[in-house]
């Protein structure tokens, strides 16, 4: 089972593709390295989707702590 929820519509192309190239070289990725590479992803996502928010809050921030 995959849960693709944190990822972006946008991302569900790649991590499919990223998911299906990485687990038909080395069946093993599955146990040992999908879940970081999961978790680069959903970041990546995250980003994705509040980037924008996050820079324009640590500006704020930034404007009223000088």
Do not use: Q
């Not at 299906?20 to 989707?49: C, Q, T, Y």
Request: a negative charge.
């Amino acid at each position: 089972r995959l849960d693709l929820s944190d990822f972006s519509n946008h991302d569900l192309d790649s991590a499919f593709g990223l998911w299906m190239d990485r687990i038909s070289r080395d069946p093993e990725i599955w146990h040992d390295g999908f879940n970081l590479v999961k978790a680069k992803w959903a970041f990546h996502s995250f980003l994705e989707k509040y980037g924008d928010e996050i820079i324009e809050a640590v500006k704020t921030v930034k404007g009223l702590i000088g």
